[in-house]
């Protein structure tokens, strides 16, 4: 694909793909709604039989599937009510609710990147996205990135029945990327008639607007025994501002302009009613004997009123903006997804599907302005300058001086962000005697567009800025003087409102980017129970997968020559071939002696050949011991990889910026910080161990309690350190890190080269607790209706360490990086007939905010949120169903607490940690024929 169809591909095509998607959805449901409703009940019972015949309950932890077992690892499930009580219109909402998710990418967080804006990655312990293995009914699913994420957007929520969390490493059983665990989300099968659900809802702040329409459903054809299926969802949430009155705080996190090396002062200071001392919206005087000569709208100036703690960035108090006001909080999001699948009983012991799926999601915001901290330079000759401050200049003997401004008046850069995705799959699953088999073939591929418009063009910038008046007593740009035809445009930065529309359009450009990725995969799999030994049948597991994966990504030739202010992604393209073989066991060793109700043993070896990376073996051994009905202890050891990613290896230069702290002096300043791939790279290799106890007491039936401890070690940890950590480790002695920093003449920092590198350990250890409790309160109270469940899910994480050989930093309750100590979330729900009540808390641990600088004030609170919903029925009779809801999220309208996000356009809280949206309702309807 060349440039101009790559530039073709705008934001109409966004549009388009919409209608050519509501277009396919409305004859799907047309064609659901003339047969669902005259479907005959002798077909609805024929499919029904032969999904009972060919259809058996996978548990997630293992392959195997066999009738009673219950796995060694810890697996969490969430269903499909659970994410009815709770209202949400995407399932990456309530999953990451769950304790053992912690920093997944939302569209809260990536509010300040410029590639993948928008996305939902789900990201258990902590340990990245990359690192937790996303499937869809146990089959890998289309990456929606180059780095093998899958957007969890492009799923559409009203066809997932449960969602099984299994926290713990998982690789022998599904491959790559299952270091820290797995989500597999399992969607609803051999629907009959139509369901659907329409919602919307706001914050309390009028913004963050959401709409949801969901519809699903099915119907049997030839005679019982195919079936065919569908569901559509369409959901669109506006972006969330910062008009909230914890963010008007203006929390910051500022050097201490009063620390020197061994002084006994902190290096840093979080602080309230911060604003940047080197830059206005109008532009400030920053050096020489006119600093803080500011310039107002029309050109006329005054003296900029400086606060205290002024820094080489920022202060406290007097007249400086905070910038993260000009953004917003939370991103805007719209999506839209088809699904369809059919199946074929060929006979009663062979069935065969075809699934077809295509999804949509595109974000659309405003990233930033742009914006120069004093580093513009302005000659006495600048055409646009007022007199009054020439004639300073004269009086003061100054030719030039520094200027800061930001630019909202020229332009913001705006992110809009599309992916398309579409997945074909088809294969046949079948039983012979006692063994059960499958094979499958899936093809997907994603077309990913990423553009950021007003993208400031470095070089015109600075050509216009540099204006003089011309022979003809105009202003003009001086380089035009010596080549009069190359089109500049004076640019006049004098006081908010100034730059002309000609010069703002001449100093911008569009920066585009496309990525095609692709994946084609087949696998065969088989399971038994071949033998048995005195405490049971043995069951086993087997199975054969390839897989390749491509990237082609072009970009626009001024990001390819690096002309812009921001981004400049460069062209890449690679591709990588996976071939696997795997085996699972399940022996039972004892079985019907005292104190061993039974003991299984689980285990599993996979060996995988990368073409990029060589062979690797990975394996697991467990243990289910069920000391008797009421006690069961579980425990596993894994080997676990993750081979690199196409983004890890082939990755070229892209640029974003970061703000430190010099360790020399103490300076905080922005930074550019590239990031590259490396075709170096090998395959991580994890050591897990997970041990728990699982309680069922007889005298209570209906509660179940478990507590479950994790260690995962990983060895060659693929990553790219933050520039903070790069330029400690360098300062501490680790010399392998300073060739990575790069100073100018002056040993000014400018630049940290972030490369992925494979680090020397990764390690990370904590226990999580699960208690659930149903039960009829008539059982305690004679006559008193309805029933009531209770769940309380807990996390604690004792260490983080990240080790590179020579420096090892512990970040374990560190609130951004290995998280809080504690996360917890308890939900209570109470059905009475029609109505059901339902209210959740969630509970965010307080923790440090870094461990890297020192602060006057290292602590982060907690944060406690209060969500509840209630759903009644108006109408269940004959198949036919209609409800009615509402939900309140954050009910108390609970602030978070200050852990400021420090960039430019920061903000006073981590929205990938705590809420940060406040109080919102919803209300809906959902309906069955």
């Not at 090892?808 to 951004?816: F, H």
Request: proline share 4%; charged share 15%.
């Amino acid at each position: 694909m060349g440039i101009s169809q790559m530039q073709s591909f705008n934001r109409r095509s966004g549009a388009s793909a919409r209608v050519r998607l509501l277009q396919t959805t409305s004859a799907a449901v047309a064609l659901m709604l003339a047969q669902g409703a005259f479907a005959t009940a002798h077909a609805a019972d024929a499919a029904d039989a032969a999904a009972t015949q060919l259809d058996e309950v996978v548990v997630t932890a293992t392959r195997v599937a066999r009738t009673g077992f219950t796995a060694p690892t810890p697996t969490t499930q969430v269903g499909s009510e659970d994410l009815q009580k709770a209202a949400v219109t995407n399932v990456a909402d309530q999953l990451n609710k769950v304790p053992a998710f912690r920093g997944s990418s939302t569209p809260a967080s990536t509010s300040h990147i410029t590639q993948n804006a928008g996305g939902n990655f789900l990201d258990l312990r902590g340990l990245g996205a990359t690192r937790t293995l996303v499937l869809v009914d146990g089959h890998r699913y289309v990456p929606t990135t180059a780095s093998g994420l899958v957007d969890i957007n492009v799923i559409p929520t009203g066809l997932i029945d449960r969602v099984d969390v299994v926290t713990g490493g998982a690789s022998a059983a599904w491959g790559s990327d299952a270091v820290a665990g797995v989500v597999n989300l399992i969607l609803k099968r051999n629907l009959t008639g139509l369901q659907g659900e329409i919602s919307t809802g706001a914050t309390e702040r009028g913004d963050g607007q959401e709409y949801r329409v969901s519809l699903a459903g099915g119907t049997g054809f030839a005679d019982g025994r195919g079936h065919f299926e569908a569901a559509a969802e369409y959901a669109s949430s506006a972006g969330v501002g910062s008009n909230r009155d914890w963010f008007k705080e203006h929390w910051a996190n500022i050097a201490n302009p009063a620390y020197v090396k061994g002084n006994g002062q902190p290096q840093n200071l979080i602080l309230p009613n911060v604003g940047v001392s080197v830059a206005t919206l109008g532009g400030l005087i920053t050096s020489g004997p006119l600093k803080g000569l500011q310039f107002l709208p029309g050109g006329a100036t005054s003296q900029f009123q400086y606060g205290t703690n002024v820094g080489a960035q920022y202060m406290t108090g007097g007249q400086g903006i905070y910038p993260g006001d000009l953004i917003s909080l939370v991103t805007p999001l719209e999506r839209a997804s088809l699904f369809t699948r059919a199946t074929f009983d060929f006979d009663d012991k062979t069935q065969g599907f075809f699934e077809a799926s295509t999804a949509y999601s595109r974000t659309d915001f405003n990233l930033s302005a742009s914006y120069d901290l004093g580093s513009i330079t302005i000659r006495k000759d600048n055409a646009f300058l007022p007199a009054s401050v020439q004639s300073l200049m004269t009086a003061n003997n100054i030719n030039s001086f520094q200027m800061g401004r930001i630019n909202p008046d020229i332009a913001y850069n705006v992110v809009d962000d599309v992916n398309q995705t579409t997945r074909l799959a088809t294969g046949l699953k079948g039983a012979i005697g006692d063994w059960t088999w499958d094979a499958s073939a899936e093809f997907g591929e994603t077309r990913y567009s990423a553009r950021v418009y007003n993208n400031r063009i470095n070089t015109n910038f600075n050509q216009a800025v540099d204006a003089v008046i011309g022979p003809n007593g105009q202003a003009m740009c001086r380089s035009t003087l010596t080549n009069p035809t190359n089109g500049c445009v004076p640019i006049n930065l004098f006081g908010a409102g100034s730059p002309s529309a000609a010069a703002d359009a001449y100093v911008v450009g569009t920066q585009s980017l496309l990525s095609h990725i692709k994946e084609l995969s087949a696998a065969a799999n088989i399971q038994g129970k071949p033998f048995s030994t005195w405490a049971g049948p043995v069951s086993i597991a087997a199975g054969i997968e390839g897989r390749r994966e491509s990237v082609n990504q072009i970009v626009d030739p001024g990001s390819q020559a690096g002309i812009f202010a921001i981004g400049n992604p460069k062209a890449m393209r690679g591709s990588y071939d996976v071939k696997e073989a795997y085996g699972e066991a399940v022996v039972p060793l004892a079985a019907g002696l005292p104190l061993v109700k039974n003991l299984d043993l689980d285990v599993a070896a996979r060996v995988t050949n990368y073409s990029t990376s060589g062979t690797v073996w990975t394996w697991k051994a467990g243990l289910s011991y069920a000391i008797n009905d009421e006690w069961r202890v579980r425990a596993t050891r894994s080997r676990d990889i993750r081979a690199p990613n196409l983004n890890d290896l082939y990755s070229p230069y892209t640029l974003t910026f970061a703000t430190v702290t010099d360790p020399r002096n103490g300076t905080q300043l922005t930074v550019s910080q590239p990031q590259l791939g490396n075709p170096n790279l090998q395959p991580e290799k994890g050591d897990t161990i997970t041990a728990g106890v699982v309680y069922e007491p007889a005298w209570l039936s209906g509660l179940h309690m478990s507590l479950d401890y994790y260690d995962i070690k990983l060895q060659g940890a693929i990553a790219t350190l933050t520039a903070q950590n790069m330029i400690n480790r360098c300062e501490s002695g680790n010399t392998a890190m300073c060739q990575y920093i790069i100073r100018d003449s002056s040993g000014m920092l400018t630049t940290v080269l972030r490369t992925n590198i494979n680090l020397s350990e990764l390690h990370t250890s904590g226990v999580d607790g699960e208690i659930s409790y149903n039960t009829p309160l008539d059982r305690y109270f004679e006559n008193l209706p309805g029933s009531i469940d209770l769940r309380l899910l807990t996390s604690y994480v004792d260490k983080f360490i990240t080790n590179d050989g020579t420096t090892s930093i512990n970040t374990g309750g560190v609130t951004g990086v290995g998280g809080p100590h504690w996360r917890a979330m308890a939900s209570a729900s109470y059905t009475n007939g029609p109505l059901s009540v339902y209210t959740e808390v969630r509970y965010i641990g307080p923790g440090l905010y870094d461990v890297n600088l020192s602060y006057n004030n290292n602590h982060v609170d907690s944060q406690t949120l209060v969500n509840t919903s209630v759903q009644y029925t108006l109408l269940d009779h004959d198949n036919r169903q209609l409800q009615v809801f509402g939900a309140i999220n954050n009910l108390l309208d609970s602030n978070p607490p200050v852990a400021p996000y420090n960039f430019i356009f920061g903000s006073p809280s981590s929205a990938s940690v705590f809420d940060v949206m406040g109080r919102r309702y919803t209300v809906g309807v959902r309906f069955k024929y």
